[in-house]
């Protein structure tokens, strides 16, 4: 038997998607792919000539997540995104940009179990610019502290 997941995409609070892992769900298999993959890129509004991966808005980044982990049949699967089902590990992304100040103003990473007890929780500390422009402008970023929790396994 596999652990079992679900990765749910919303943006400011509207699930866009939901995926079905069937097996290696558990943080240091699942949840540390999906920490590589959010650090890959960056979040934009409006594609440019910017090098590297790009994810245009919650969309685009839920497309290029499935794009990247749908390798076959099996394994990966979209579910109902009413679905009340929980698994092990459910992996819940909701992500809101700002188009006042023109950059990403909610991103939000929540981890729970198969009771729906929360397991890890981070949330962007401040509205910042560029995913991979670290700056005094950033308070927080919660991918890189789910990425540490990920390598450390559930606590």
Not at 5 to 16: F, Q, R, S
Not at 25 to 54: C, H, K, W
Not at 103 to 131: H, N, P, R
């Amino acid at each position: 038997m596999g652990t079992r997941g679900t990765v749910t995409i919303k943006e400011d609070n509207v699930v866009l998607v939901r995926l079905y892992n069937q097996m290696d769900s558990y943080p240091s298999g699942l949840g540390s792919e999906l920490a590589d993959f959010i650090m890959s890129g960056t979040f934009v509004n409006g594609l440019g000539s910017r090098a590297g991966i790009q994810f245009n808005g919650a969309g685009c980044f839920a497309a290029a997540l499935i794009s990247k982990c749908k390798v076959g049949p099996g394994g990966i699967y979209i579910s109902p995104a009413k679905s009340k089902d929980l698994q092990e590990y459910n992996y819940t992304f909701n992500i809101k940009w700002d188009y006042k100040n023109n950059a990403l103003g909610k991103f939000d990473i929540e981890v729970t179990d198969y009771e729906g007890k929360v397991i890890f929780t981070a949330k962007l500390g401040k509205t910042c610019a560029w995913s991979k422009a670290p700056s005094s402008g950033f308070s927080h970023i919660p991918w890189v502290e789910f990425k540490e929790w990920c390598k450390r396994g559930r606590e």
